[in-house]
């Protein structure tokens, strides 16, 4: 009678075979981490914000500058882009230990953060729809499109906030890995603390996106620092 050794017993994570590309694209994903979240937190500082509340004063901070207000939407959508890397960064860090909380966070925050990019092509509308029509028009033209039921449900709101706390468990996750500080984990949950209780305007713009830029950062430069036996095999110390 014989038996058949685990899959984890074949292969030890310090055996976990290397292939030439692996350094590259470890490096290329931390250096796409680090770059979008310098470049996230610029489209925020970019950003000419409202100083009131509701739709009129949105309207209005866009076209106060429109090519400010361009270059800003386009900032933050290449910065948006770079959540994904992150996010597989982070998944690849806990597929072998905290392995269940790394599936839930990434559950939680991949749909939020595929769909959050092409949220910023609204701005442009919104640019032409305040350049083009009277105010309450521009006003109604522009709730009505964010009221419509798939755009609510499926593209903002809820499904946005779970990307944020998606991001949170898997930056938990990862430090339980003992890939990730607990510190920047701190940043995504500050960051919905600022947008909530800070009042509307520039300055909560730009600690919002100090946090998320930051927290993107630091996961780039844990995945520049990581060796690459750690990368392929998610285990830490393997290859030191």
Avoid at 26 to 44: C, D, I, M, N
Avoid at 52 to 64: H, I, M, P, R, T
Wanted: net charge positive; hydrophobic share 55%.
């Amino acid at each position: 009678m014989t038996t058949t050794a685990p899959a984890a017993d074949l292969f030890s994570a310090t055996d976990a075979p290397v292939a030439p590309a692996t350094r590259f694209r470890r490096r290329a994903t931390g250096a796409v981490a680090v770059v979008a979240g310098l470049v996230t937190a610029a489209g925020f500082a970019a950003t000419n914000w409202e100083s009131a509340e509701g739709k009129l004063a949105y309207l209005d901070s866009l076209v106060a500058d429109p090519v400010r207000s361009q270059v800003a939407a386009l900032l933050l959508h290449y910065g948006y882009l770079g959540i994904v890397p992150v996010l597989l960064a982070l998944g690849i860090m806990t597929r072998r230990r905290s392995r269940i909380a790394g599936n839930v966070g990434m559950a939680l925050a991949v749909p939020g953060a595929l769909a959050l990019p092409g949220l910023l092509v609204t701005d442009f509308y919104d640019i032409a729809i305040r350049q083009g029509l009277p105010a309450d028009q521009a006003v109604a033209v522009s709730d009505a499109a964010q009221s419509l039921p798939l755009a609510g449900a499926l593209l903002a709101g809820p499904v946005l906030m779970l990307t944020f706390v998606g991001m949170t468990v898997l930056g938990v996750a990862a430090w339980r890995a003992g890939f990730f500080h607990w510190v920047p984990t701190l940043l995504v949950p500050l960051m919905v603390v600022g947008a909530v209780a800070l009042p509307i305007g520039a300055v909560s713009g730009l600690v919002q996106g100090a946090c998320l830029g930051l927290f993107m950062v630091a996961v780039g430069v844990a995945v520049l620092r990581m060796t690459d036996q750690e990368w392929v095999s998610g285990s830490r110390g393997a290859g030191r």
